[in-house]
């Protein structure tokens, strides 16, 4: 167990809907980073936050969006879903300070988002 | 840009079998470099990493040593069990003037399969 919890598990939605993807860091962990694993394109950057802030975007569609709590849980936002949107979306943490563990990151189980 | 490259699977062997997985990466600096697991059904666990060059990482009885010269990071385990059968990622962080924060780049993973 990595101490990432990612809700829901498994998410099965409509073309056009939204869905909105839950993290929890592990305990201490400032920086949130969410990937998207699929088929074709593998492992995918998004988003990363450290400590409420955006740091950095990778490829994200505008359809996204994501935001980082006062208490460091993350939510990833995916709206007017498409069938290319059907993916595994891990969320990983970091503790993001000094010091040589410091930059690991632990993945979550992943939420499995089928867009039908 | 950064990039990852591995050796494409899927990789078949029996038990107590010798296992290489090629990694060959393209970074500027002195990247960090990081294997990782994942199992059926499961997130993805960081098996082994290497922050400067020359270092070999360990883990479960796998090794990868960073070879700067040849832009490497080589996963390498002496007798392969059935319950190592997984997909394997290799992944590298950019160097960015010795901060911990970062995305983290991916090959696109290698699926080993060991038969009893």
């Known amino acids: 167990d990595s101490g990432v919890t990612q809700t829901p598990k498994h998410l099965i939605t409509a073309t056009g809907q939204r869905v909105t993807l839950r993290c929890s860091p592990r305990s201490g962990d400032l920086s949130v980073y969410w990937y998207q694993q699929s088929l074709d394109q593998g492992l995918q950057f998004l988003i990363h936050y450290y400590n409420g802030e955006e740091r950095a975007k990778g490829n994200i569609l505008e359809r996204f969006s994501a935001q980082q709590f006062p208490d460091l849980h993350s939510e990833l936002n995916l709206s007017s879903l498409e069938l290319g949107d059907s993916a595994l979306y891990f969320c990983a943490s970091s503790a993001g300070t000094s010091g040589g563990e410091a930059e690991t990151q632990y993945f979550g189980p992943g939420t499995r988002l089928l867009v039908l | 840009g950064d990039s990852v490259t591995q050796m494409e699977g899927p990789v078949t062997l029996s038990e107590e079998a010798f296992l290489t997985i090629n990694c060959t990466y393209t970074?500027?600096?002195?990247?960090?470099l990081f294997w990782y697991v994942q199992y059926p059904g499961e997130g993805l666990q960081l098996l082994l990493k290497?922050?400067?060059?020359?270092d070999k990482g360990s883990n479960k009885g796998f090794e990868a040593t960073y070879r700067k010269e040849t832009t490497s990071f080589h996963l390498e385990k002496g007798s392969v069990q059935v319950s190592d059968s997984a997909v394997y990622f290799c992944?590298?962080?950019?160097?960015?003037?010795?901060?911990?924060?970062?995305?983290?780049?991916f090959g696109r993973g290698t699926q080993l399969t060991v038969w009893p």
């Open positions: 290497a922050t400067k060059a020359d």
């Open positions: 992944a590298l962080r950019p160097y960015d003037r010795g901060s911990t924060l970062g995305r983290l780049y």
């Open positions: 970074a500027t600096g002195y990247p960090s």
